[in-house]
């Protein structure tokens, strides 16, 4: 059976495989498929193309993953099939690492009133990327000893309701996925059930909103779903039309035990569900 992985990270974000890396391991694992998703840039997509071009095994997808604001919560939106040259989604993502980089500032400052000797440029010169978020932060602290895993420095420092947690700027669902259509992209709800969640009223609150916006689809497959979490996605999603993704999320050794293509073992995304998604981005 062929299959694919829709949701992974890199260098340019916060995972800790480059573009070509990437390419490399969905080729060794057998991936049909795999799309680049990084937080808020594309700088990671010419790269990955450009590896994936000089074999055809593994079909190369451009994607962006941009977390978004809905009823007081943080949503994410991966776009899929975008064209990374549209001027009208880089000046969104530009604005939206500029509020990254403000927030990386107050966090910075608080961490040192907290005793942390931690600085601005430590960041800046230990991302690989241009997109930098919490989980660097994180391993900055581990590294200097002050913490052993990165749950621990979530927890205390840096998750929400935590001492140096400061909120971001976000754009709303509507631009984020106007954009990513206006740049020939589908929009897909990512990961739209957290942790042990399993509610599926939540799903469609949320769902009848971002409906109206036009999203496309849903991560039905995603490392942390439960079978139960997973049959719930699939039947929301039927109720409303929108078809369905799947990724793994991969952020190499920045998050342990989730394998590009395999998630936590059980994760095996069908084939099929590409042809579907792709024939929605020619539409
Ligand atoms: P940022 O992009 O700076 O908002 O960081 C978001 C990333 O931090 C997510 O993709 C997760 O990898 C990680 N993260 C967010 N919240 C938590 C949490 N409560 N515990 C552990 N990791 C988290
Ligand atoms: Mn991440
Ligand atoms: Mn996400
Ligand atoms: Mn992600």
Redesign the pocket.
């Known amino acids: 059976m062929k299959f694919i992985d829709l949701?992974s990270h890199s260098t340019a974000s916060d995972g800790s495989f480059s573009p070509s890396e990437l390419v490399a391991k969905a080729e060794e694992i057998g991936l049909s498929a795999l799309a680049l998703t990084d937080?808020d840039t594309v700088s990671g997509l010419p790269e990955f193309l450009e590896a994936a071009s000089k074999n055809n095994r593994c079909e190369a997808i451009p994607g962006v993953?941009v977390?978004v604001e809905l009823m007081g919560k943080e949503v994410?939106i991966?776009g899929l099939f975008i064209d990374y040259t549209s001027n009208a989604l880089l000046e969104m993502l530009c604005e939206i690492r500029k509020h990254r980089n403000q927030r990386n500032e107050l966090i910075i400052t608080k961490l040192q009133g907290m005793g942390f000797d931690v600085t601005l440029q430590e960041l800046f010169d230990v991302a690989g990327g241009e997109s930098i978020g919490r989980p660097l932060l994180a391993k900055i602290l581990i590294e200097k000893g002050y913490f052993s895993e990165v749950q621990e420095v979530f927890d205390k420092c840096l998750k929400r309701g935590a001492p140096a947690y400061c909120a971001r700027v976000l754009p709303s669902p509507d631009k984020a996925i106007n954009e990513i259509h206006k740049a020939g992209g589908v929009a897909v709800w990512?990961?739209p059930l957290y942790r042990a969640a399993n509610d599926r009223t939540y799903l469609r609150k949320m769902l009848r909103e971002l409906t109206k916006f036009g999203i496309d689809a849903m991560e039905g497959h995603y490392s942390a779903f439960s079978e139960a979490q997973s049959r719930a996605v699939h039947d929301v999603a039927g109720e409303f039309s929108l078809l369905i993704s799947g990724g793994s999320?991969f952020h190499g050794t920045n998050q342990k035990g989730i394998e590009l293509g395999k998630g936590y073992g059980e994760l095996s995304v069908p084939y099929e569900l590409l042809e579907k998604l792709k024939a929605k981005a020619e539409q």
Do not use: I, P
Request: charged letters at 20%; proline letters at 0%.
């Open positions: 949701h937080h993953e977390s994410h991966v990512a990961h999320d």
